[in-house]
Each structure stands twice: as C-alpha cells, then as structure tokens.
C-alpha cells in the first residue's frame, strides 16, 4: 500500500526593521511562504519581531526565541525558516533552542534548484553552489548534515557524507568547477559559431514567474515547460525566431531571477548567464500584475549588473497586461525609457514587441548595394546570410549577377563586403 509523504510543517520567521517598513517585510514573508511550497512545505505559522537588525547570537531577542519554541513545540512544527541568510553561529542557536531543523532563505532556494535541476549542466550548478554554502557551515553544524536525510534542506549534496569532511569537500567543489568551466567553454564555442555565422541573439531576463518561458513559446513555439511555479527553468532554452523583415535571430530563455538571490547561485550559474552577457539585445519580462513590480525589476537589474550585463541593451517588456486596468497601462506607458505592453498568454502586443526588436537590432545598419556572381558558390552563400541578418529592400538579377540593396549592421558590413 503506497502512502503520500506527509508535507513538512513549516514555521516562517522574519524582522520588520521599523513600523514604516512593515509592509516591505509583509511582502517579503509572502514571498518566503511562496518559496517554501515550492519546496514542498505546508506554512502553519508566521511569526515576526519589529527590531531594527538580527539578533548577533540567535537572530531574534531571546524572548521571541522562547516564545517561537512553545510554539514549535505545541503545533509539531517540522522546520522554521528564516527570511534572512543566518551565519553558521545563528543558525546553531536556534536549532539548538527550538529543537528541529531550522532553515534561511538560501537554502531554501538552493533546495528548489535542486528539486527543479533535469540536465547535467544544471545538477553541476546547483550541487556546486550548496556545496559553496555549506563550507564555511561545516563545524558545528547540525547532525542532519553527517548523514543521509530527507525533506527539504537536504536533498542534492546534502544526502551524502562530504560534509564530514572539509577536505574532501573542497576536492568536490574543485570538480564541479572544472567541469563547469568545461561548460563554460563549450558554450564560448558555440556563441563563437553563431557569431561567425552573424545570426543576433536575444535573452529573455526577468524575475522568477514573469512570464519568460510563457513569451519565449509565444516566439518560438517551442512548448517549453512552463507553469506558475517558481524556478522552473533553470538551463537555457535557444531557439530560432524569424522577425517581420524576414531577418532571423536566435532568442534564449534564461533562470529566473529573485531579490537576494544568493551569490553562490549567481556565481555557480555564471556559465549560463554569460549567454545574457553575450547578447546582443536583452528582454526585461516584468510581471506588470505584481503590485510590487518596480521592487523586482530593481532586483533583476542588480543580477545582471553583478553578471556584467549592465552594458547589455535593454526593453522593459511588461507581461500580463490583460490583468492590469486601463488606468495602470496608461502609466506603464508614460514611463521614461523603452518598453512594450504585452500579454504572452493572449498574444496581445507581441506584434510589437517583434517591431521593437527589430528596430533596435537594426539601429547601428548602413545601407549598401553588394553585387555578386549568382554562379559562385561563395557568392551564393553571402546572398543567403544577408538575407539573414540584414533587411534587403531589393534584388535584380542581369546576366548571372545580383546586386542586392540592404540596410546591414555595421559590424558585420567588412564580412559581407569583404570581396566587393
């Protein structure tokens, strides 16, 4: 007879820095309480202090330590997480106070990665970025880490003995790097070719549940995974788009990104992000139904600056347009700096952004008649790349040779021109 695991029941515990910041951490904890359901916990009580910063010993006051162990003790609370990253001093104290697992918000995140991790490029991140975290949390932490568990916390690296051992565990981490590096560089060569073949790229970016792989199969229609869950891609997507002008691009969907995401993710994830640094145009999705939209667009611009994106052009897409009123679009409208209304469940505003697409990738274009012999072969190759990657607004064809008129981007004019 099968039985379902019971859900963990999960406490969640947060600081409110001052009564004018309450509804910040209000909006905080909702998000926590998102995070841990996607972890598979089941939230039966929250619990906050106003204080103006952590407790250094036990990150609450002793009293509300006390006070959150009768509570514990009396709801059968599996698990208390922290809406915070705790130091290694912390995190002791109040597993030792409130006798069960205590968690922050890192690992919370880290362990949805694992659960979310498919291919073995994504596995490799999310192990070495847990692996990153626990290092400096080896001594004195928890007995759970010294032997095989289960629940949330635990899963990926946190079911093996490496913990036990602080060298052992540096060997692992100097594997996982390597082979990410490996990635790294195949990935370096892939985008080498793409270049070589002048064909721009595109990456959709945006906080975790905004929309992106919605937009990406609206684009691409490539039935890509996508769900209101949180973090469901975690390994990019690339896939051939065809604009208006019929000029192609390869656009690529991308991890979603959260306020505080841990650095340890960021810095394991490098590899998949330099496909955003490599690009040539960057789709900021913004979920415009979030009341709290402009606090997640300042927390995704963050990211890429820490990647080294911030040099990267950029569109504000705003997505779920068909949830907002008129009077919020209007508003979304007048703001300063490039964006576009859309609705990638619908379909509304897509034509647009396609638009807008194709006129930033075409800004830096000069226009140029190229005559080439139809009878070369090289020739022949050259005719279909411009019409690839450059707008051709006309062909004539006397006596086996084509002169063809187009607006082609400046950086690829010496290229196409090379034998003209």
Do not use: W
Request: glycine letters at 8%; charged letters at 30%.
């Amino acid at each position: 007879m099968r039985t379902t695991p019971r859900s963990e029941r999960a406490a969640l515990v947060g600081l409110v820095p001052s009564a004018s910041r309450r509804h910040d951490a209000e909006r905080s904890l909702d998000e926590l309480d998102g995070l841990a359901g996607a972890a598979g916990a089941e939230v039966v009580l929250r619990v906050q202090q106003e204080r103006r910063a952590p407790d250094p010993a036990g990150y609450l006051g002793r009293g509300k330590v006390a006070q959150l162990a009768a509570l514990v003790a009396e709801m059968g609370i599996d698990l208390v997480v922290v809406d915070d990253e705790l130091a290694p001093g912390q995190l002791r104290t109040l597993e030792q106070a409130l006798s069960c697992k205590v968690l922050d918000r890192t690992q919370v995140i880290l362990d949805i990665f694992a659960r979310r991790a498919r291919t073995r490029e994504g596995r490799l991140q999310v192990e070495l970025a847990q692996l990153r975290y626990l290092l400096p949390r080896l001594v004195g932490a928890s007995a759970a880490l010294s032997r095989l568990g289960g629940g949330i916390g635990t899963r990926g690296p946190g079911e093996t003995k490496l913990e036990t051992d602080r060298r052992r565990l540096r060997t692992r981490i100097q594997t996982l790097q390597r082979d990410i590096d490996q990635v790294r560089e195949r990935r370096a060569r892939l985008r080498e070719r793409r270049h070589k073949r002048s064909v721009p790229t595109v990456a959709l970016v945006g906080y975790t549940n905004a929309g992106k792989t919605t937009l990406f199969n609206r684009l691409t229609s490539a039935g890509a995974t996508a769900s209101d869950a949180l973090f469901v891609t975690l390994d990019p997507l690339l896939r051939r788009v065809r604009l208006p002008d019929r000029r192609e691009l390869l656009l690529t969907d991308t991890v979603g990104f959260i306020d505080r995401l841990p650095h340890t993710l960021v810095a394991a994830f490098r590899a998949t992000l330099e496909e955003v640094v490599e690009a040539d145009l960057v789709l900021h999705v913004i979920d415009a139904s979030a009341e709290d939209h402009d606090r997640r667009r300042a927390a995704v611009t963050r990211v890429l600056e820490e990647v080294g994106a911030g040099g990267v052009p950029v569109v504000d897409v705003y997505n779920k347009v068909d949830r907002v009123s008129a009077d919020e679009r209007q508003r979304l409208r007048l703001r300063s700096g490039p964006a576009v209304l859309l609705s990638a469940a619908t379909g509304e505003g897509v034509d647009d952004l396609m638009d807008v697409v194709a006129a930033r990738l075409a800004l830096d274009t000069r226009r140029v008649i190229i005559d080439l012999d139809a009878g070369d072969e090289d020739d022949r190759r050259r005719i279909a790349q411009l019409y690839r990657v450059a707008r051709v607004l006309s062909q004539e064809t006397v006596d086996g040779r084509v002169r063809i008129e187009a607006e082609v981007p400046r950086g690829l004019l010496d290229r196409l021109t090379a034998q003209e």
